[in-house]
Structure formats: C-alpha cells, structure tokens
C-alpha cells in the first residue's frame, strides 16, 4: 500500500525558512517522480513542484520559482521541499505526491494528507 | 504558463443527474489532462487520466472527454458520495497547472 506521510510544518515568521518532509512507502521510491502541492485555506489546489525519480531533473511554479527547492533522498525513501523567504500567501496545507506513471512526470496517482504552513507574525 | 479554466465554478444537482463540467486550456494541451475529485478535508482522488481514461478503481459513471484546448468530465449518474469539488489539471507542459474547481453540491 502506498503511503506518503508529510512532516514539518508549523508556523513561521515572514521572509523565515522551512523544511517539509514526505515519508514514502509501499513502492519503490526510485522509480516514481513525485511533487509538491498546496492549498491555501478555503481555495483550491496550486501544484508547486516536480523532481524526477533520479533527481536530476526539477521543475517549479512561478509563484515558488527562487524561493523554494525541491529534492529527494532515494537511500530514505523522502522528498524534501525547502522553503525560504516565506510570505503570508504562502500560507496553506502542503502535499506530497506521487507520480502515477514510472519513469515520466505526469498525473499525481497518491497523494498525502498534508502538513500546514502558516505564515504570521 | 497555461491557464486553465472550468466551467461552471459550481453547480447544483440532484441524485441520478447527469452532470458535466467543463475545463479549458489558454493553449493547446493535446490529451494531457486529469480530472481529480476533493472532498472536504480529504486528499484528491485521481479520477480520469489523459482526458479519457478511467483510473483503476474509479466508477464508470464517470468519464472524460476532449483534446486541445476543451474537455468535459461527465457524470451520467450522480451518487450521494459524487458531491464534491472537481478540478483538472494540465500537464502538457511545466508548469503543470489546475484549474480553479467546480463545486457540485445537492440541489
């Protein structure tokens, strides 16, 4: 059974950092690209990010482009999103995902539950 | 970037309507799109992939259709556990993005 467990979040100060991680189990890691996704309260989803199954390759929305990185530990079965100059509109629940198709990034098939950010004074 | 966009933003129905949204890309998107549905505090639940095809596990009475820049995801029948938000995505080219969703609620 696939699972993703997403940890990290809180809540941090504008222009702070944090760190969000996604626990993946149930299928080899590797071999799937996975993303990131978020929804800010009461509003609908926003895809965030992509890194292919070797990492090599990484892709973002503009709206994070600079500011966030995304990566993977393939020995750890965990992706990793790396989040500086935070800003209030960056406040919302962050999801990992999971690539449906192996070896392409394309349509998420699994999806966590999620780890919320708030971003306040 | 693509801008996507569905129509209506939300809709009323009642159980055993059909029911139809739609979702159009800025640009030419060929068949890369995916229909997913959300309930309220839950995760997405993929639903169609590559505008048509019916993800494993999914009920038959939903199905999606479309190339280019339109596409409709139909419901011929609505069940009580069909009343949720729907949203496409594209992904066509990055960055993948949503579209804004349709709310189907109980008339």
């Known amino acids: 059974e696939v699972q993703l467990l997403e940890s990290g979040g809180g809540l941090v100060q504008p222009g702070g950092s944090l760190r969000l991680s996604c626990a993946a189990s149930?299928?080899?890691?590797?071999?799937?690209?996975m993303g990131w996704v978020r929804q800010a309260p009461g509003k609908g989803l926003e895809w965030l990010s992509a890194?292919?199954?070797?990492?090599?390759?990484?892709y973002y929305a503009d709206s994070v482009r600079g500011r966030f990185t995304i990566s993977r530990d393939n020995s750890n079965n965990t992706l990793y999103l790396q989040m500086n100059s935070l800003r209030a509109e960056d406040t919302a629940v962050y999801s990992c995902a999971k690539v449906m198709v192996r070896g392409v990034i394309n349509y998420f098939d699994y999806w966590g539950q999620g780890t919320l950010v708030t971003v306040s004074s | 970037d693509i801008q996507m966009t569905q129509s209506p933003s939300s809709v009323s129905a009642s159980v055993g309507d059909r029911v139809t949204i739609t979702c159009r890309a800025s640009?030419?998107?060929?068949?890369?799109l995916a229909w997913y549905q959300q309930k309220p505090g839950k995760a997405p639940n993929l639903l169609i992939y590559s505008a048509s095809s019916l993800q494993t596990g999914v009920p038959s009475r939903f199905s999606g259709s479309g190339s280019g820049t339109d596409f409709t995801l139909t419901i011929s029948s609505l069940q009580p556990e069909d009343f949720a938000t729907y949203y496409c995505l594209q992904a066509s080219s990055f960055p993948f993005t949503f579209g804004p969703g349709t709310k189907v609620d109980i008339k």
């Open positions: 640009l030419g998107i060929n068949s890369y």
């Open positions: 149930g299928f080899t890691f590797s071999n799937y690209a």
């Open positions: 890194i292919s199954g070797t990492g090599s390759r990484t």
